[in-house]
C-alpha cells in the first residue's frame, strides 16, 4: 500500500469516533492488526493538535499524520509491514467542541438526515447547497438561487445586495431560527442581535473623553465558505452536513453580474469586486449572513475587547463599525491603540478602511452610526432637518414627489425612520410623528 493510501485509511481511522488518545490507539490499532510502539506517542500529539478545536476535515488529518515526524519514522523503518486488516469508516455523528454542548441545536448526522430536516429530497438538498458551483457557471438567471443589484455608495464605493430567491430564502431562515439564533453571540456585539440595536451600541460610549471609531472593509464578501462551514463543524455537524449548510448559506457572484450596472462604475472597481465575490462568501442579502459574520467574529471581538479591557477602554461592535472610548488614560495611547487594533484585525484577516477611522475628542462632534455621543444620545441635526423637510414637503407637494429613489414601499420607509428618531429622541420623534400624521396617503 503507498503512503498516500495508508495516510488516507488513518485518517479515516481516528475520526471514526470518540478523538481521546486510548479510543484512537484502540482504533488504529485495529486497522493495523496491532498496536505498534509509535501509536500511542503519535495519538497524543494528534489530541493535543486538535484538542478544543472545531473537528477537522480528513484532509486536515492527512496534512497532520504526513508531516508527523513519528510517523514519518515509522514509514521508513516499517513501510512493509504496514497493511490494513480492518477497513473503518468515519461515523456521522455530532461532536461539538466543548463550548458548544450545552447549546440546543437540532441533531443532524447524515446528509439524508439534512434533506429531511428542511423538507427537501436529497437532488434538491445538492441543488440548493451547489457545492459544486453550477449557479456561477450558468448564464440563465432562471437556474441561479440569487437576485442581483449593485448601489452605489455615498464614499464612492459600490456595495451589491444578493436576494436569495423565495424558496431558499425559506431554508435560511430555518437555519437561522433553528441553529444560529441559539448560539450566544459575543456580549460586544449589537447588529442583528435580539434585544440589541444601535442605541445599545452606541450608550456605552455617550459621554466620553474621547471614542475611536473605526470600520472594516467588505464585511459579508470576507467570510469565505470554509470559514462558514467551520462554524457549523464547530456546533458538532460531520463534514458532509457542514459543507452542505454553508452551501446553502454563501454564494458566489456570476461574472456577468457586474457587466450590466445602473450606473457607471470604475473599471478597477469591476475587476475588484469580480474577484472578491467570485469565490463563495456570506451574501449580503440573505437572512443567515449577519448572524454568521457575527459568529465567525467572535474570536476577533474576544481579543479586541480583552485588549480594550486591558487599558479601561469600552469596545462594541455593529456589523462592520467598531467603537472604543474611554477617559484621559485613553486619549494619550489612542493612536497607538488604534495601531494595535487594525494590527489584529489584519491578523484575523479583516480589512480596515482606514480612511473611515475617526478620533473624536470632546471638543468635536463625536458621532456613531449617525447619533452624537458628546453628551447624551442624540440624532444628528443634519439627518434630523432633512427628514423633517421631506416630511413637510410631502404634505405639501405629495409623497410621490420625494419618493426621488423610487422606494417600493416609501410609507413604511419614512414610518421607520421617525421611529427611530423616536427612539433615540422622544421629544423630537413626537414633533416629526405629528408631521407624518399630516400626510394624505393615496
Excluded at 504526513?66 to 512493509?80: E, I, N, Q, T, V
Excluded at 442579502?285 to 477602554?313: F, H, I, Q
Excluded at 463625536?366 to 410631502?394: E, I, S, W, Y
Aim: overall charge positive; glycine content about 6%.
Amino acid at each position: 500500500m503507498s503512503r498516500s493510501s495508508l495516510l488516507r485509511v488513518l485518517a479515516t481511522s481516528i475520526l471514526a469516533g470518540e478523538p481521546t488518545v486510548d479510543h484512537i490507539v484502540v482504533r488504529v490499532s485495529r486497522t493495523l492488526g496491532r498496536t505498534w510502539r509509535w501509536l500511542p506517542p503519535l495519538s497524543q500529539r494528534y489530541v493535543k493538535a486538535f484538542a478544543g478545536r472545531t473537528r477537522p476535515r480528513r484532509r486536515d488529518v492527512v496534512q497532520f499524520l504526513r508531516h508527523d515526524p513519528g510517523f514519518l519514522c515509522a514509514w521508513s523503518k516499517h513501510f512493509h509491514e504496514l497493511w490494513v486488516e480492518q477497513w473503518l469508516t468515519e461515523q456521522q455523528r455530532m461532536q461539538p467542541v466543548a463550548a458548544a454542548e450545552t447549546w440546543a441545536v437540532p441533531v443532524i448526522e447524515s446528509p439524508g438526515a439534512l434533506a429531511d430536516w428542511l423538507g427537501l429530497r436529497t437532488v434538491e438538498l445538492q441543488w440548493f447547497a451547489d457545492l459544486k458551483g453550477l449557479g456561477y457557471k450558468s448564464s440563465r438567471p432562471k437556474l441561479r438561487h440569487y437576485h442581483y443589484r449593485i448601489l452605489a455608495k455615498q464614499s464612492g464605493n459600490i456595495r451589491l445586495i444578493e436576494a436569495p430567491k423565495p424558496r431558499l430564502k425559506e431554508l435560511q431562515r430555518q437555519i437561522l431560527a433553528q441553529i444560529l439564533e441559539r448560539i450566544p453571540p459575543h456580549p460586544a456585539v449589537h447588529g442583528f442581535v435580539k434585544g440589541r440595536s444601535i442605541k445599545t451600541f452606541v450608550a456605552p460610549h455617550v459621554g466620553q473623553r474621547v471614542v475611536l471609531r473605526m470600520d472594516l472593509r467588505d464585511f459579508f464578501p470576507s467570510f469565505s465558505a470554509a470559514r462558514i462551514q467551520a462554524i457549523f463543524r464547530t456546533l458538532g455537524y460531520p463534514e458532509s452536513v457542514a459543507d452542505l449548510l454553508g452551501g446553502i448559506c454563501t454564494n458566489a457572484t456570476p461574472r456577468d453580474v457586474w457587466s450590466r450596472p445602473a450606473f457607471d462604475i470604475d473599471l478597477s472597481q469591476v475587476q475588484e469586486a469580480r474577484a472578491l465575490y467570485s469565490r463563495p462568501h456570506l451574501p449580503q442579502g440573505a437572512p443567515t449572513s449577519p448572524a454568521l459574520a457575527n459568529l465567525c467574529a467572535y474570536r476577533v471581538d474576544c481579543r479586541l475587547s480583552g485588549l480594550a479591557k486591558s487599558v479601561g477602554v469600552e469596545y462594541t461592535r455593529y456589523a462592520d463599525d467598531l467603537a472604543f472610548s474611554g477617559n484621559e488614560a485613553f486619549e494619550r495611547c489612542v493612536d497607538r491603540f488604534s495601531t494595535h487594533v487594525a494590527a489584529i484585525l489584519l491578523e484575523e484577516g479583516f480589512a480596515v478602511h482606514f480612511r473611515k477611522t475617526r478620533v473624536m475628542r470632546q471638543g468635536v462632534r463625536q458621532h456613531l452610526a449617525g447619533l452624537v455621543v458628546n453628551q447624551h444620545m442624540n440624532v444628528m441635526r443634519p439627518d434630523f432637518d432633512l427628514l423633517k423637510a421631506t416630511l413637510t414637503n410631502c404634505i405639501r407637494l405629495g409623497p410621490e414627489s420625494q419618493n426621488r429613489d423610487a422606494h417600493p414601499r416609501f410609507r413604511s420607509h419614512l414610518e421607520g425612520r421617525v421611529g427611530f428618531v423616536e427612539m433615540i429622541n422622544p421629544v423630537r420623534g413626537r414633533r416629526l410623528r405629528t408631521i407624518f400624521e399630516q400626510i394624505q396617503w393615496r
